[in-house]
């Protein structure tokens, strides 16, 4: 490997530590490379989706994108655990009701798998709403926002003020991770605080998870076990975490 390519993941490895980093910072780090070098680097890596520039330095796409990785990516990771965990979770679908369904790789094959009936849906995931329109029957919304095009999704106050206004009957929701003392968590603060608004609105709250995001954890806080209803997830969940499952009374499928 030569020595700008080793430079250029170190850069990438720099930014993904701290999350968001100055230009200052890494020319401090990278000394003494050139500043047009670095510039020309950051430029690169933009350009190749592995940081995302910033005015003043740059940010990790992990913070930007709100979850562990590039939708593109996530969708092809385990398909038949995530095909499994939404037909778990059409068995819960209340028809004529209104509901939320969150952006997701799990959440864009439960909305491929969704039945034609009558439903009032809010998404904020672009692939999800793309797979609700083959339907006729529901009634679907996609609230106002910035788009984040890594993760396909929207988000920022004008999507959390227009869930505001929801009530909702059942929110099915996507999580980055899962420890037992941080809660279940994403890697973005605006994305944790337009689930903790779904949340707040909904009258079941459904978390969809497969067992790979056990035991990890990601920055920001959505909620914990005692503020869920139900956990639809694969069939190899670790035995402590279904014995915490069992203490705060929530049902695993």
Do not use: W
């Not at 939708?71 to 385990?78: D, Q």
């Amino acid at each position: 490997m030569d020595s700008m390519e080793t430079r250029r993941n170190a850069i990438v490895e720099l930014i993904n530590e701290h999350g968001t980093v100055s230009f200052a910072q890494i020319k401090k780090a990278f000394d003494p490379v050139s500043e047009m070098t670095l510039r020309t680097d950051l430029k690169i890596l933009d350009e190749a989706k592995r940081i995302v520039r910033v005015h003043g330095g740059a940010k990790s796409v992990q913070v930007v994108v709100g979850t562990d990785d590039y939708l593109s990516k996530r969708a092809v990771r385990n398909i038949p655990g995530k095909q499994r965990i939404a037909e778990k979770a059409l068995s819960l679908l209340r028809p004529d009701t209104t509901i939320f369904v969150d952006s997701g790789s799990t959440t864009t094959i439960l909305a491929r798998q969704f039945p034609d009936q009558s439903n009032l849906i809010y998404t904020t995931g672009l692939s999800c709403a793309t797979e609700l329109a083959n339907l006729s029957r529901p009634s679907v919304m996609l609230p106002g926002g910035r788009l984040n095009r890594y993760s396909q999704s929207v988000y920022g106050i004008l999507a959390v003020r227009e869930l505001e206004r929801v009530n909702f009957s059942q929110i099915f929701l996507g999580v980055t991770s899962y420890s037992s003392d941080t809660g279940f968590t994403c890697g973005s603060d605006e994305e944790a605080i337009l689930k903790q608004t779904a949340i707040r609105q909904a009258e079941q709250v459904i978390v969809l998870m497969d067992s790979s995001k056990v035991g990890t954890r990601s920055t920001f806080r959505i909620c914990g076990l005692s503020e869920i209803d139900v956990l639809v997830s694969d069939d190899n969940l670790p035995e402590a975490f279904l014995a915490e499952c069992r203490q705060f009374q929530v049902p695993v499928l």
